[in-house]
């Protein structure tokens, strides 16, 4: 059983580089930071994902995934994928494990964070504000995703000018 965990983690991301140091892989989105966050549940690899060792905590979490066909559980294991896979570069897998973290999570705003920070790196802006926007109606006062989503609305005034 899932026991909750009293922080966790939150990986930063800035475009083009990838940074295997202790918690965070870098990615820039026209120089603002996009935040993704893991589970909060203590479910297998999310410990490892939040270390940065990546290909532990998938695989341990892909392991999970295999022994549990109840969605409520899935869905922590799931959001914590799309977190290693955009964090590893592996934007195909990324793209998988969000769109079934979404379904798996139906109104966790955290995996609609997560989603969108993925369609933002890939290039998909309205994708983007719309998960971010259905993020903000499910939890309006999550600083993480309100930061994520001035991120975004910057970059759409950057590149309508």
Known sequence: M?????????LTLFAGLTVTASNAVAESYQGQSLKL????QD??????IESGD???GIRKTLAALNLSSVTSLRAPLLNNLCVAHIATGNMSTAKQ???DAVSAAQGSAIAYNNRAVLNCLTS????CKADLERAK?????NPLIMHNLKAASEQDLLASN
């Not at 899932?2 to 939150?10: D, N, V």
């Not at 109606?137 to 006062?141: D, M, P, S, Y």
């Open 97 to 99: 494990s969000c769109d």
């Open 124 to 127: 998909q802006p309205q994708a």
């Open 137 to 141: 109606q499910l939890n309006a006062r």
């Open 43 to 48: 479910v297998n690899g999310v410990r490892e």
């Open 2 to 10: 899932a026991t909750l965990r009293s922080t966790s983690l939150l």
């Open 37 to 40: 966050k893991t589970s909060v």
């Open 54 to 56: 990546y290909e532990k």
